[in-house]
């Protein structure tokens, strides 16, 4: 697949010179002034920030409601303290837990936030200054006493404005204000469903004042881009110094710090939707929606459209043509989780069986049946939404129309009133017209040396006893057994057996399955024998003193045997080392850290050619999904072993230097999780879309033969499909448009089936309304799968610059064309994506984006690999981690404590925070937490008699250790994966691992500080629009 | 003296030798003008109950090329304790321990009567015996169930210290391990790789752990504690191996409609010889390959498994159409050839209705000395008891089976060796005694047998070398040494040396002593090896023409006739046979493959080519008893005339005994005649050959077909194909109507046939 759909503007292969713009905000030179007058003027608020951080973060922290007020009476002080200057306090902005904010943003998205960064000083705009007369519910007036003195200008659309934004603002007031007026403006732009008909809290802002919109074709936006790379590299051309460098140089003069709390808080939007949307119902009948946040608790109700579990998007309306696109570059994607786990109280989906023709599809694009096809002459026939074919209505499934035009059935129908349904599948979707056989899952366990010796073939057999008994199924012929060293053994255990039968293949060549009859046995059946043979293998190798390994022929057998049983299924492999065995696929150690930060580094993240690949596609045509669980105590060249797992919807699962006694469990766990998962087989996708646009790029544990078909021998519930779209032609207004994904797949019982997704888009020629409609979640996930692939090809540099450049352009474009005109200094930011350069930045520091020889190349790899098939949800927390204060929370309330900022800011000496990102999970213990909370947690009586390397907190008959433990346990069951959980202690040193996860601050290895992020990308800005 | 015959008898019987002459022709152009070679049947092993081996090593000539062993024909200086070799004429001094000997003290080996001795040498820790079953799997339910107790049933045949192994195979190839405890562990080769000895014995684990026994040492069975993972003394695995092969399953890969189970027969064996050549190289080991259909898969391939394509027949052969044929055969020749090296040997027990590739494999016997057995089923008798028959024991209680042979031929000056037939290879030792001319197996005067049986016979050829105008050579006789080493089956290595000697006579002179000294039915057969040797490479009419002109060119020269008067044609006594028994032999399966499938030629040829005389004999021309109440059963002529209806026959061709109820006989015996008392004679007289083929039976290996049958039923096919159609459809008439039944043949008659010789032998113009 090309690269090409990463961003618009300049190519990677072309970036290179001028791309030192990135440093040069940072760096000397130039970029000197800039933080000359950034950290200057405000010296005079050095102090008193810092104080007004400390203080409300403990605080505020702790306790969710109740001390807002006072802790907002500091922040009022400060307000006080420069009132000449800021008018509206700041302070108002990052309060994690303030509700004026929440207040704010409940009331109705403000289209977009403003920062303002005048010439003295980084001049935060005045937000949400408390419009008494929002709607939903206020969640604390109290709150938003304070800022009443402000102008009104409602919407936390809170700009600094000096007259001349009134423009601006004036009608998002109106807007918020008065519910009509916003309709009445809204309803010539948006056609179609009306939006503010169904409540929606959308009242679509106003339309921007002319001066915004005006420019129809302003210049050209790759002109500018090349422009914006040429400008750059003039006064920037040997500056290879690394944007990291930056904040370095910045650390030594006292810097007049810009108060954090005022700048776009992750906590604080995810609380706010939380608010505004959590434990409502989502009714998915309006096309264009934007759903709520995934962090956000909420029902779905299908009427139409997909779930948002199944499908989110970059953005929920699509520009009408290409050049809109591309003038703002805001990414179009789909990330869909055809699997995803739906919550007890949603219907799961329908099953429709269209008899032995096989579902009806479109005669032309071969569109399934959904609620987008209008049936029309009396109900004979129907025009496709997607191609607009009309076609015959067969007659067994002929019904007339009401007098609405639609048909009498249309509620009797899944795939004519949901979203998402599924097909039963015709022997014409089967393999060779052959119904499939059930699944199988063949666990293969490494026995050499190190796995023996660690303990982890005796852990893995006594599981597999326990585990298998829960495997999701109740088939007939489906688990197998291997062990493996430099030869793989099989094993025969049909259940007529006395004992099991070894059958060792050494042919590692041309490798094949020695068995056929009693390799894959049914479970039940074959108990007796498998519990024999678990016993028997630990003993069996115990004094095996093999360290060499196999790899390639592991899954190569895996596949012949799935061949023979003409079945798809799984392999589990669980494997220690390097395979430097003789045999296909054999590994050299290639980790090589002088290419660290050099043009090559990317060959670290490449996998080997040769075997792999080739293994990968018979992986995929077989339907064998390989999940793969690793236990190195070195380099491994993860790059290349996990290419497999990576292109067969598979997971990987690392567990370094493993001991069963701090290791076992999170293993287990994960293992657990992983055999349990809902899954389906030999999967094909296609994501076809309504005239106009068309899906171009695909990311995940995918392979793809055509352009067109996603193939995956397995998908399971947590596996996304990122999809970038691009236009083909130009998009209607009023038919605005649709996508439908049809998932090929094989049930575990055997069935093939279909399952459909259908989404319908909003299209306009108002960039406003694509930047209201966007979604930053989805947005950061694009980009970190696109920008993951992109490093495989590309200097990190490049990377590195290129998503900065996009972003600038991105906020550029929407402060050009949809924001008043305000002064340059102000920084603007659309309200849907006003968190986005926080993920932006995160994503910049993330292991495999960091130029670093501390970190693994492994390590790297592995999360490179994890990201591409991650969805919108695990991106979302894996770039923004939770972390909770468990120190101060309220022990009887089931609710979780309230998240903080990932700042160490945010941390307390006497507090105890825990934090997680959905693959490492870390409990944080302040030096003067107070020893009566260590021992009713640890049960020993201070920080110092903590033992090292805990992996589980004691089972305390205590409320709080019982609260901490149940919200871990909580946590775990809710994340994909299973976390190890660490405990640190403050300034010990493990904290170092802790503190890569605060994003907000300045990387531990390198990496901009949140601030100093946006204060450059600003700068960017800047510099685009002048 | 006595007669040719009680010298040729008492020869076979102490030496285990039949020369086709016993006066030798004193010069080359004189032999070559005998037509018939000097030449001689030998059985190593033959049983000598009376012949008690000697504990001591053999004393040798000194002289390098030489090495003759001291015999009685040597000549001895008692008082300077020097013997000349009879060989080489050198003289030499008797070794230390022979200090003793006299004139009245003489050692063994100096005695007239041991001109056959034994020897009984001991080198290094006895090795014991290897037996590495390889088994089809591919097999009908039935059968394999057969197989299995078989197999079980020979485990307890075996000697206990002997090793044992077991292969199985289908589309995979499974090597068993014995040894382990709990789980049955295996180790599994995909059926269609050739793999090279090298990669077998490291996928088997074998390279890594003991050392690979040095060339020429068998290794210890210490040192081989790698290998005993599957190859284990018996018993110790006695009850293991039971259970295993007790659970051994069919090939359980399906097999679609219309196509033959795969079986990697190629591979199977390849992993058996490399297994053992890896672990156990100059040891005796048998490797027992049993099948049940043709390999269809992999190296030695020799039909697809489509099933519409039906495997190979002569028809095909003769048109070049067998497209596995050369490389299948190639590629068992090689195996064959790398276990006989190291001294394996191989036999096939192959049970299938069809043909299942004996011709491609029956060098894997051939060439090392094992067994073939071909039957319909593993659940048959013949099969059953002809494999127990492998492990039968002679009088000492001793297996009935030698291995790792090496058969040296030493011959006086005067004589040359042109090579052997029989189950052997060649050694390539060019000694002095090499002939350059060629016959059989040639170039060398050592043969490899890998496994002997006392049975075991080869033809051996020789050239006189004596030019026509030298004079009789000194002494007037010439000699012949075999000298066989082999490893008993008692593990002992033993060397047997039989020294023979016979009078050299002028052929111009002496004609009628040479003429009466011919062994007509030893030169019937070593004609008939050599024909049969031909045959394997040549097409069949050649041989055939070669056969008759080597016929009509012996009659000419030994006949007595007045030229163009075939009447006046008269053969003396001792060649009065010969014609007949190239009557029969032109007639033979050996040579005519009209009626059998190539299978069936390789599996006659094959033992033909191993028998020793009396049992050729009855290949070449079928033996037919008579019973009625004219009198006692007596021998017949195998000839149309025979059958009569009130007769029970009896025909033994080596490979099928037959009886067959004359018309009345079978009418007597429907009526159940034989059920009533007063009938009792009739009773004895049904009972009679049944007996006597019971007898037949017992003594015969492998087992013949043994087959029942009666005037007009379809199984009196095999009489009446064996016997001279004396009587045709065309000359039933002209015959009168006093005997037989006619046979419907176009094939000539005895009577034609030597009406033919006679004029083509008194014919001036040839």
């Known amino acids: 697949m090309s690269q090409q759909g990463y961003v618009a503007a300049p190519p990677y292969s072309q970036a290179q010179p001028g791309m030192g713009g990135y440093q040069g905000g940072f760096g000397t030179g130039p970029a000197q002034p800039l933080y000359g007058h950034y950290g200057g003027p405000p010296q005079a608020f050095t102090t008193p920030p810092a104080g007004m951080l400390k203080s409300p973060a403990s605080s505020a922290a702790g306790m969710p409601p109740p001390p807002v007020s006072s802790q907002y009476s500091p922040n009022v002080q400060q307000n006080g303290a420069h009132p000449q200057r800021y008018p509206s306090p700041p302070a108002v902005y990052g309060q994690p837990t303030q509700s004026p904010y929440n207040s704010m943003a409940s009331r109705g998205p403000p289209p977009s936030q403003q920062l303002t960064n005048e010439m003295s000083a980084l001049n935060l705009g005045n937000y949400g200054p408390g419009p008494m007369q929002s709607p939903p519910p206020p969640i604390s007036s109290v709150a938003h006493q304070p800022f009443q003195t402000p102008p009104p200008p409602a919407m936390g659309q809170p700009q600094m404005l000096p007259g001349s934004q009134s423009l601006n603002m004036s009608p998002q007031m109106s807007s918020s204000q008065s519910p009509q007026a916003s309709m009445s403006m809204t309803s010539p732009q948006m056609p179609g469903p009306p939006m503010a008909g169904v409540g929606r809290p959308f009242p679509g802002p106003p339309p921007p004042g002319p001066g915004g919109f005006q420019q129809p074709g302003p210049p050209g936006y790759p002109q500018q881009a090349g422009q914006f790379g040429g400008h750059m590299a003039g006064p920037q051309p040997g500056m290879p110094g690394a944007f990291p460098g930056a904040p370095g140089s910045l650390a030594g003069p006292p810097q007049k710090k810009l108060d954090p709390d005022s700048i776009p808080s992750i906590t604080q939007v995810i609380e706010d939707d939380q608010a505004k949307q959590g434990g409502q119902v989502l009714t998915t009948n309006i096309r264009g929606q934007v759903p709520p946040l995934v962090t956000t608790d909420f029902t779905v109700q299908d009427q139409g459209n997909a779930s948002p579990r199944f499908i989110r998007c970059t953005t929920y309306c699509l520009p009408c043509t290409a050049d809109l696109g591309k003038q703002c570059q805001v990414p179009l994607a789909s990330i869909i989780k055809p699997f995803a786990s739906l919550p007890k109280n949603e219907t799961p989906l329908y099953v429709v069986s269209h008899g032995d023709t096989g579902p009806i599809r479109c005669n032309r694009c071969k569109a399934y049946m959904c609620p987008y096809m209008r049936f029309i002459d009396g109900g004979r026939r129907y025009q496709c939404g997607f191609c607009s074919c009309v076609n015959e209505v067969p007659v067994f499934y002929f019904q007339h129309l009401d007098h609405m035009g639609r048909r009498v059935d249309l509620y009797e129908r899944p795939e004519l009133s949901l979203g998402s349904y599924e097909f039963v599948a015709t022997l014409d979707y089967c393999k060779n017209n052959k119904p499939p056989n059930p699944p199988a899952y063949i666990f293969m366990i490494d026995v050499s040396y190190n796995n023996i010796k660690s303990g982890l073939v005796k852990l893995i057999c006594e599981e597999l006893k326990t585990l298998l008994e829960k495997l999701p199924r109740y088939t007939q012929e489906d688990v197998g057994f291997v062990t493996y060293n430099k030869v793989l053994h099989f094993y025969n255990v049909k259940s007529a057996l006395a004992q099991p039968q070894m059958m060792v293949v050494s042919d590692t060549a041309e490798m094949f399955v020695p068995l056929l009859d009693g390799f894959l046995v049914n479970y039940q059946d074959s108990r007796a024998v498998i519990y024999n043979l678990l016993d028997q293998i630990p003993d069996m190798f115990a004094d095996t003193n093999e360290s060499e390994t196999i790899f390639a022929p592991v899954i190569q057998a895996g596949v012949e045997a799935f061949k023979a049983a003409e079945c798809s299924g799984k392999l589990f492999i669980f494997h220690s080392s390097m395979p430097t065995a003789e045999a296909p696929g054999k590994l050299k150690n290639r980790d090589d850290k002088k290419l660290v930060n050099t043009e090559k580094e990317k060959i670290l993240f490449q996998p080997q050619k040769g075997v792999y690949e080739q293994l990968s596609k018979d992986c995929v045509a077989q339907g064998c999904c390989v999940d793969l669980f690793l236990f190195p105590s070195q380099y491994v060249d993860l790059a290349t072993m996990a290419d497999v797992p990576s292109h067969t919807g598979g997971s990987i699962y690392k567990y370094s230097n493993f001991q069963v006694e701090t290791d076992g469990e999170h293993f287990l766990r994960d293992l657990r999780k992983d055999v349990q998962k809902s899954i389906g087989f030999d999967a094909v996708m296609r994501v076809r879309t309504s005239t106009g646009f068309r899906a171009t790029d695909f990311f995940g544990a995918i392979h793809m033969n055509n352009t067109t078909d996603i193939e995956m021998a397995a998908v399971d519930c947590d596996k996304a499909v990122t999809v970038e779209f691009k236009h083909d032609d130009t998009l209607n207004e009023e038919n605005g448009a649709f996508l439908q994904c049809a998932l090929l797949y094989t049930t575990i019982n055997g069935q093939r089936r279909l399952r459909i997704h259908n989404l319908s888009l909003n299209c306009s020629s108002q960039l406003l309304e694509l930047y209201k409609s966007c979604e930053t979640d989805s947005l950061i996930n694009f980009f970190a799968k696109s920008a993951y692939r992109a490093i495989l090809n590309q200097p990190l540099k490049n990377v590195r610059e290129i998503l900065v450049n996009q972003t600038a352009h991105m906020l550029a474009c929407y402060r050009k064309n949809c924001a008043s005109p305000s002064a340059a200094s102000q920084l603007i930011l659309p309200d849907a994506m006003k968190v986005f350069p926080v993920y932006m930045n995160s994503l910049m520091k993330t292991a495999p984006m960091l130029g670093s020889t501390e970190l693994s190349t492994d390590d790297r790899a592995h999360q490179r690999l994890s990201v591409m098939a991650m969805g919108v949800e695990d991106t979302q927390l894996l770039l923004y981690p939770r972390l909770l204060p468990l120190h101060n929370m309220d022990v009887s309330s089931d609710i979780l404590p309230a998240p903080v900022r990932c700042s160490e800011e945010r941390l307390t000496d006497c507090g105890m925070f825990l934090l997680e990102n959905g693959h490492s999970m870390f409990l944080w213990l302040g030096q003067a937490i107070p020893p009566d909370l260590i021992q009713s947690i640890f049960n020993v009586p201070s920080l110092a008699h903590l033992q090292g390397d805990m992996c589980a907190l004691p089972e305390l008959d205590n409320v709080l250790s019982k609260k901490v433990r149940s919200i871990i346990s909580g946590l775990l069951d809710k994340r994909p994966n299973s976390m190890k959980l660490q405990i640190v202690r403050q300034k010990d040193k493990p904290e170092m691992l802790f503190r890569q996860f605060l994003v907000e601050d300045k990387g531990l290895y390198s990496g901009a500080s949140y601030m100093d992020f946006l204060c450059y990308v600003h700068r960017e800005i800047r510099q685009l629009l002048t | ?766």
């Open chain 2, 1 to 766: 003296m006595a007669t040719y015959q009680e010298f040729i008898q008492q020869n076979e019987d102490r030496d285990g030798v039949r020369f086709s002459w016993n006066f030798w022709p004193s010069s080359r152009l004189e032999a070559t003008r005998l037509v018939v070679p000097v030449s001689c049947l030998f059985t190593p092993l033959k049983e000598r109950p009376d012949l008690p081996p000697v504990q001591y090593e053999p004393v040798l000539c000194s002289r390098a090329n030489c090495k003759a062993v001291l015999n009685p024909l040597c000549q001895v200086d008692f008082r300077a304790k020097i013997w000349a070799c009879n060989f080489c004429f050198q003289r030499n001094p008797f070794p230390p321990s022979y200090a003793g000997i006299s004139e009245v003290n003489q050692p063994a080996e100096l005695m007239p009567q041991f001109s056959t001795i034994e020897y009984i040498v001991q080198h290094g820790p006895p090795t014991p015996l290897i037996f590495l079953y390889v088994v089809d799997t591919c097999l009908e339910e039935e059968d394999l169930q057969a197989l299995k107790e078989s197999l079980q049933m020979s485990l307890s045949l075996l000697p206990p210290n002997a090793l044992v192994g077991l292969i199985t195979f289908g589309r995979m190839v499974q090597v068993h391990e014995l040894s382990c405890e709990g789980i049955a562990k295996s180790y599994v080769f995909r059926g269609t790789k050739d793999l090279s000895s090298k990669q077998i014995q490291e996928m088997l684990g074998l390279t890594n752990s003991a050392p690979l026994g040095q060339q020429g040492r068998p290794l210890v069975p210490q040192d081989a504690a790698a290998f005993c993972r599957f190859l284990q003394p018996v018993h110790r695995v006695d009850m293991n191996l039971t259970d295993l092969l007790g659970e051994l399953q069919r090939d359980p890969w399906p097999v679609p409609q219309g196509k033959r189970p795969l079986r990697s027969t190629g591979v199977a064996l390849s992993v058996a010889v490399g297994l053992l050549e890896g672990s156990f190289p100059n040891t005796g080991a048998r490797v027992m390959l049993f099948i049940g259909g043709p390999p269809t898969q992999g190296p030695g391939m020799v039909v697809g498994d489509e099933l519409k394509t039906p495997i190979r027949s002569w028809h095909d052969i003769q048109k070049d159409n067998a497209r596995h044929l050369k490389k299948a055969t190639k590629y068992y020749e090689a195996l064959a050839n790398r276990s006989a090296v190291n001294g394996h040997s191989i036999d096939i027990y192959a049970c299938a209705l069809d043909q299942s590739g004996l011709l491609e494999m029956k060098c894997l016997s051939t060439l090392t000395g094992g067994h073939i057995v071909m039957g319909d089923s593993f659940n048959t008798s013949l099969f059953k008891q002809t494999f127990q028959r492998v492990f039968s024991k002679d009088y000492n209680g001793d297996f009935r089976m030698a291995f790792g042979g090496v058969l040296e031929v030493k011959t006086s000056r005067e004589l040359k060796v042109c090579g052997a037939i029989g189950p052997c290879v060649s050694l390539n030792s060019k000694g002095s005694c090499v002939s350059e001319n060629e016959m059989g197996v040639g170039g060398t005067n050592q043969w490899k047998v890998c496994s002997l049986t006392p049975s075991t016979t080869l033809g051996i050829y020789f050239e006189v070398v004596n030019q026509h105008n030298a004079p009789i050579p000194q002494g007037g006789r010439g000699a012949v040494q075999f000298v066989t080493q082999y490893q008993h089956s008692n593990t002992q290595r033993r060397i047997r040396v039989t020294t023979i000697a016979r009078n050299w006579a002028d052929a111009q002179t002496q004609i009628q002593h040479i003429e009466s000294s011919f062994d007509q039915e030893a030169a019937a057969v070593l004609m008939a090896r050599l024909g049969v040797f031909r045959a394997e490479s040549e097409e069949g009419p050649d041989v055939l023409r070669w056969l008759d002109r080597q016929l009509i060119r012996l009659c000419q020269k030994f006949g007595q006739f007045n030229k163009d008067d075939p009447a006046s044609f008269r053969l003396s006594e001792s060649l009065s046979l010969y014609p007949q028994f190239m009557f029969h032999l032109r007639r033979s399966p050996f040579l005519q493959v009209f009626n059998n499938s190539p299978d069936e030629s390789s599996y006659y040829r094959h033992h033909f080519v191993r028998q020793d005389l009396t049992q050729s004999l009855i290949m070449i021309q079928p033996i037919l008893y008579s019973y009625s109440f004219h009198g006692p059963p007596e021998p017949v002529l195998l000839d149309s005339s025979s059958i009569l209806p009130d007769r029970i026959l009896l025909m033994d061709t080596f490979f099928q005994l037959v009886i067959y109820h004359g018309e009345t006989i079978s009418q007597w015996r429907k009526a159940g005649y034989q059920k009533m008392a007063e009938y009792e004679n009739f009773k004895q007289l049904l009972q009679a050959p049944l007996d006597d083929a019971q007898e037949l039976l017992h003594a015969r290996f492998p087992m013949p077909r043994y087959i029942d049958t009666e005037h007009g039923g379809s199984q009196a096919r095999f009489l009446l194909s064996k016997v001279n159609p004396s009587q045709t459809h065309n000359s039933l008439y002209t015959w009168g109507q006093e005997t037989g039944s006619p046979i419907l043949t176009d094939d000539v008659s005895l009577q034609v046939f030597m009406d033919h010789l006679k004029k083509l032998a008194v014919s001036s113009s040839t």
